[in-house]
């Protein structure tokens, strides 16, 4: 602006006008001519914020900051984010929430974990659930999932128009070629009817998987699955209009390869679940 003006008033009425002290302006002067000691790292906070679909907050940029070399801590990261006016956007997680208890429907399994959420070997334990989100057709899509306690992986995850036996066997379809059937692991549900259903059990007894389920109506009993729910709704779901059922599946599917190949997490070292799983195995 100093100089926009420059060019319409004397020098020295300019400053009185702008009460601008002179050894201001020329101390201004100087740092405007400086070379910007931030510049590499702020086109490094821009391309990694804008690859994160706007979803990483300055935690996570700065992981991804020293991963790159860099040596700002968090908090410079943060005002520089602040500056550069990069804000993640926050969508509220808030939805219809699916109850899919019927009362005792079948034999509902012994709670193993009893909220001991400590895995750190990939594939030993597991989580499912089964969530909603309402389409814009007027309709609910139901997304079924299992994930990985220890590396936070999406192992299967599949949409329908109903929460039927059908989606809950296709889910069970994706992991089965995943799972040691010699080691027994551990798949945790609530106590959901679709859970308690003989053909469902069979199933699990065959692969050689151990069933858990959480206490009736205590959803901190399955606090991992829950908490990837509230992490795809909140980074992903909210922030879309979706039209039917193949508009969500597509939109599930690109999210969750970026989630499982890029999405670091405190809990899992700094990692994206598939580098956790994979580091993890090598050991």
Same mark, same amino acid.
């Given at each position: 602006?100093? !100089? ?10 300019? =400053?009185?006008?702008?009460? !601008? ?7 201004? =002067? ?136 059908? =989606? ?18 551990? !798949? ?59 508009? !969500? ?35």
């Amino acid at each position: 602006m100093f !100089l926009k003006l420059r060019s319409k008033y004397a020098f020295k009425t300019l =400053l009185i006008k702008l009460k !601008l002290p002179r050894a201001t302006y020329y101390d201004r =002067l100087k740092r405007a001519k400086k070379p910007d000691k931030y510049c590499k790292v702020k086109q490094f906070i821009r391309k990694t914020f804008l690859r994160s679909g706007k979803r990483y907050g300055y935690r996570r940029i700065h992981q991804e900051a020293v991963e790159a070399g860099f040596t700002f801590c968090e908090e410079t990261i943060r005002k520089i984010m602040t500056v550069m006016g990069l804000k993640v956007t926050l969508y509220s997680k808030h939805t219809g929430r699916y109850n899919s208890y019927r009362g005792s429907v079948g034999k509902v399994a012994p709670n193993l974990l009893n909220q001991t959420f400590d895995a750190t070997k990939p594939l030993t334990v597991m989580h499912t659930d089964i969530t909603q989100v309402s389409l814009t057709n007027g309709k609910w899509g139901y997304i079924s999932v299992i994930t990985d306690e220890a590396s936070k992986e999406v192992l299967a995850i599949l949409a329908s128009y109903s929460p039927n036996k059908k =989606l809950i066997k296709k889910t069970l379809d994706k992991v089965e070629k995943r799972i040691d059937r010699t080691f027994k692991p551990i !798949l945790h549900s609530d106590q959901g009817w679709q859970y308690q259903v003989s053909d469902y059990q069979d199933r699990l007894k065959k692969l050689g998987i151990i069933q858990s389920m959480s206490r009736k109506g205590n959803c901190h009993d399955n606090a991992p699955v829950e908490s990837f729910f509230s992490i795809l709704k909140r980074e992903c779901l909210k922030r879309y209009q979706i039209k039917n059922i193949t508009e !969500l599946r597509e939109i599930l599917a690109s999210y969750i390869k970026w989630y499982n190949n890029k999405r670091i997490s405190m809990e899992t070292e700094g990692l994206s679940p598939v580098a956790y799983r994979i580091k993890a195995l090598s050991v």
